[in-house]
């Protein structure tokens, strides 16, 4: 794995310093394009983590919703602060992933997508319906987080999109460590062979559990960031189109590489954006790429990349990465 | 003392008894073969002691304790270690990847989550002293998709020999094996430690009667005959029933 991990690393690496070249000189429009993906960036990093323990979800947009919901309810309708609310954001995420990860992990493969998926269209129709935080119409006026203790006016763009990048690389790095730690070696193994990990003694359902977990807090982290990011909470941000496009931005940039999923939002935001204003039928145009995309590169961009160098380095004796 | 023990062991299929009323006792440190004809019911009884399976009646004893309602999981954490008959690894990780992991679960510490893997040096020790134990030392660095068929199934056999059990359950470790690597896995388990509790179901009778001290000759699901390596050559049952014109080569 060792030459896998330089070229991750490296990847990481150019992708940050680009986001921070982008950002230090995009203009207002540019800027908000960048807080955007680099939110992307960290809901693709909470379903790539999840999808470490052999588990892919299509309904991640719930968990999304539950921070933003949460962080929207406790701000605007409660008036608490929005430090306490962000907290509460993340702690809700995780517990409502952990509640639903108690019968949801019990069903594997396709199953799993299918419950993960029922499950977010059902808080989607909840809150489509919801009065309190105003329904199908949404809900405007969702103050962003103060850090002028420090001397940062986060309703500046620059500020907040800074802010955005540096967020999605603490997770990206945060993972980066969880995924080489015996636990995160037990939950990639699970991955490979679930009922090996089992016979050897390893309570895989609990080890999925745990991933989900973190999976959600990361999520609903996401999704507060995001209503911070627009100001306004809509129930689209639950429907299922928004579980699609994280699963999209992450097998672009390559499923279970980590530092894929922020490179395949970058891809996913730009790319819709460059097509929505100068061609008409922009979905279709955006579909084709990507069936171009996973036909040329099935294991996404940095999947490519790290097949690319693993066949140019020397079979070398102690790195064993061969493909 | 007895190790492993099974008291009127039931599994029933539907309509098909696959096992019927096995009652056998393993002592400590024996090494037990378990043969019969294809459908004997040879692996569900593995998959009965291992916990891959649970009985419709009767009881399974580790070391005296009832065992029965304990899952493959639960047993493997308290010394009912298994091979399996087709080879069942992490096929992307390395050979010291793939024992250290299993290291790394008997000890209990895949629930770190701060420190990286490679920092647990006791973990890194022992995969390296199981790899030297089923001689793959060479190899450590190889991922296991990459090795010949005859390495992965040395791993195979390593992996659960890396939960230090108390009692082993090997599944046809040489099938379909070369007669080199069968001649490489033969002395890999003649060498495994004496203290050891191995159960084994094999076909190869020159590994049976060289390796066993103690065979239990299984057919539909009922335990025709048990004794002594040299007993069951005797056996005209055994003769009769399993071996047939086989029986001729012992």
């Known amino acids: ?323 | 003392m007895i190790a492993l023990e099974t008291r009127a062991l039931v599994k029933s299929f539907g309509a098909i008894a696959v096992t019927q009323s096995v009652s056998l006792a393993f002592e400590a440190g024996s090494r037990t073969a378990l043969i019969g004809p294809n459908g004997a019911g040879k692996t569900t009884y593995f998959n009965l002691l291992a916990g891959n399976l649970r009985p419709d009646s009767g009881a399974v004893l580790l070391e005296g304790r009832d065992v029965t309602k304990l899952d493959a999981t639960s047993r493997a954490r308290i010394g009912v270690s298994r091979s399996f008959q087709r080879n069942n690894l992490f096929p992307e990780l390395t050979v010291r990847e793939n024992l250290a992991l299993a290291c790394a679960l008997r000890a209990g510490k895949t629930t770190r989550f701060w420190r990286p893997m490679r920092g647990l040096k006791d973990v890194a020790g022992e995969a390296a002293e199981v790899a030297a134990q089923v001689g793959l030392t060479d190899v450590l660095d190889t991922p296991a998709r990459a090795m010949s068929y005859g390495s992965q199934r040395q791993l195979e056999v390593a992996l659960a020999l890396a939960l230090k059990p108390r009692v082993l359950l090997l599944d046809e470790p040489t099938s379909g094996m070369s007669p080199q690597e069968t001649a490489l896995m033969r002395g890999l388990i003649g060498r495994l430690p004496r203290a050891l509790t191995i159960v084994i179901i094999e076909h190869d009778m020159d590994i049976v009667l060289d390796f066993a001290d103690h065979i239990v000759v299984l057919d539909y699901g009922k335990v025709l005959d048990q004794g002594a390596p040299a007993a069951i050559r005797a056996s005209q049952v055994v003769r009769e029933r399993y071996l047939g014109e086989g029986g001729a080569r012992l």
């Open chain 1, 1 to 323: 794995m060792a030459s896998g991990n330089l070229v991750r690393g490296l990847a990481g690496v150019a992708l940050l310093a680009g986001a921070l070249t982008g950002q230090r000189f995009a203009g207002f429009f540019a800027q908000e394009l960048i807080a955007e993906a680099a939110i992307l960036g960290i809901f693709t990093l909470s379903l790539d983590f999840l999808a470490t323990c052999g588990l892919v979800s299509l309904g991640h947009a719930g968990l999304l919703g539950v921070g933003a919901y949460l962080f929207a309810g406790l701000t605007v309708l409660s008036g608490l602060p929005p430090a306490f609310a962000l907290a509460a954001a993340i702690a809700g995420g995780a517990l409502a992933a952990f509640v639903v990860g108690l019968f949801a992990i019990r069903a594997q493969g396709a199953f799993f997508i299918m419950v993960t998926l029922a499950l977010a269209e059902m808080f989607y129709a909840f809150v489509f319906r919801n009065r309190a935080f105003n329904g199908a119409d949404g809900m405007g006026g969702i103050p962003r987080l103060d850090l002028s203790r420090i001397g940062v006016d986060l309703n500046d763009p620059q500020a907040f999109s800074l802010a955005a990048i540096c967020v999605c690389a603490a997770v990206w790095l945060l993972l980066e460590l969880v995924c080489a730690s015996p636990f995160g070696r037990a939950l990639d193994a699970i991955r490979q062979n679930p009922h090996r990990v089992a016979a050897l003694g390893g309570r895989v359902y609990l080890y999925r559990l745990a991933a989900f977990t973190s999976s959600g807090a990361l999520a609903a982290l996401a999704g507060a960031l995001k209503v911070q990011h627009t100001n306004f909470l809509s129930p689209d941000l639950v429907s299922w189109f928004v579980s699609g496009d994280v699963l999209i931005a992450t097998v672009i940039g390559g499923l279970g590489t980590l530092v894929g999923g922020p490179l395949g939002a970058a891809i996913l935001v730009f790319l819709k954006d460059a097509l929505s204003s100068n061609v008409g039928h922009w979905y279709l145009f955006l579909g084709a790429v990507f069936a171009f995309v996973a036909l040329a590169m099935p294991r996404g961009v940095v999947g490519f990349l790290l097949a690319f160098f693993a066949r140019r380095s020397p079979p070398a004796g102690n790195t064993g990465d061969a493909p």
